[in-house]
């Protein structure tokens, strides 16, 4: 069965400081993709990023980078240097296409509070 | 480039009514999902709708239901609301099609049933 684990509910750090939000995975599926979500007090969630079950290449997108760990079932996020505008609460998601019966599962999400 | 809009932004109903929200998705955008995000349960995959066909649900009972028209728009319909349905329902939509594609979502409808 499908389950995300982001044990961290809530986080808080000051500005500038570099943050971890962990999140852990279960699937039996060899193939599958996990994903990213940034929501702001606005509510609209913003996708960060796409990771396919095959690609296990850590990524860096400016302050942002992706640590993939298959044999820990782990998808890590770090912000670096982070700012007051990364408050947020932050989701990971696993997806899986069984014959084309697709399923998504999102984790309870980790509020960041960046404090100034 | 228009992001994914939803309506109405509040929407305040009596249990036992019905409620209908609606989505627009991105243009070009084919399939679109629908979201419950209920307090201390966080989001919960409802529904899932490409080229006018409902392509798969989640675990909600059948008295959440909806439809995808010909532009790709789509509409959320609960009926016989219950006081637990109150939740930020989010539509998303994708280039691809299925969930195993980066979603783009709306700002949601919160939905409050009294």
Redesign the interface.
Known sequence: AQKVTQAQTEISVVEKEDVTLDCVYETRDTTY?L?W?KQPP??????LI?RNSFDEQNEISGRYSWNFQKSTSSFNFTITASQVVDSAVY?C?L???VN??????????TRLHILP | EAGVTQSPTHLIKTRGQQATLRCSPISGHTSVYWYQQALGLGLQFLLWYDEGEERNRGNFPPRFSGRQFPNYSSELNVNALELEDSALYLCASSLGQGMVYEQYFGPGTRLTVT
Do not use: N, P
């Not at chain 1, 606005?42 to 996708?47: A, D």
């Not at chain 1, 084309?100 to 999400?109: L, S, T």
């Open positions: 993709y994903f979500y606005s509510g609209e969630l913003v996708f796409r989701f998601a997806s899986e296409a084309r019966d697709d399923k998504i599962i999102f984790g309870k999400g």
